[in-house]
Nanobody, 123 residues
Framework: QVQLVESGGGLAQAGGSLRLSCAASGRSFSSYAMGWFRQAPGKERQFVAAISTNGDNTYYRDSVKGRFTISRDNAKNSVSLQMSNLKPEDTAVYYC????????????????WGQGTQVTVSS
């Protein structure tokens, strides 16, 4: 069992930055690939970024490449999403997810999910 708690959301202006964090509790955090997803009002949840268990491999949706960076600290049981050059279309609730299989995250699946944190970007 893994519990995930996101933090760091809030209001930012277009072009600004925010850093999201996800704290994990439970067993064997380092054995889980981690991902970030987002869901805007009236839209389906979408994949944002994922990172392998050891952090060597990262993946991003095209619209955030070059602007967002996912990282993890296995010693601190945490994963972060640094978001820069934010755009109004980045506005959504952002969720952290964990799965033993990275490929599952890439197709929108995950064994464990956080409760989400709101990110709002004003133009």
């Amino acid at each position: 069992q893994v519990q995930l708690v996101e933090s760091g959301g809030g209001l930012a202006q277009a072009g600004g930055s925010l850093r999201l964090s996800c704290a994990a509790s439970g067993r064997s955090f380092s054995s889980y690939a981690m991902g970030w997803f987002r869901q805007a009002p009236g839209k389906e949840r979408q994949f944002v970024a994922a990172i392998s268990t050891n952090g060597d491999n990262t993946y991003y949706r095209d619209s955030v490449k070059g602007r967002f960076t996912i990282s993890r600290d296995n010693a601190k049981n945490s994963v972060s999403l640094q978001m820069s050059n934010l755009k109004p279309e980045d506005t959504a609730v952002y969720y952290c997810a964990a799965d033993p299989i990275l490929a599952n995250l890439l197709i929108g699946l995950g064994d464990y999910w956080g409760q989400g944190t709101q990110v709002t970007v004003s133009s």
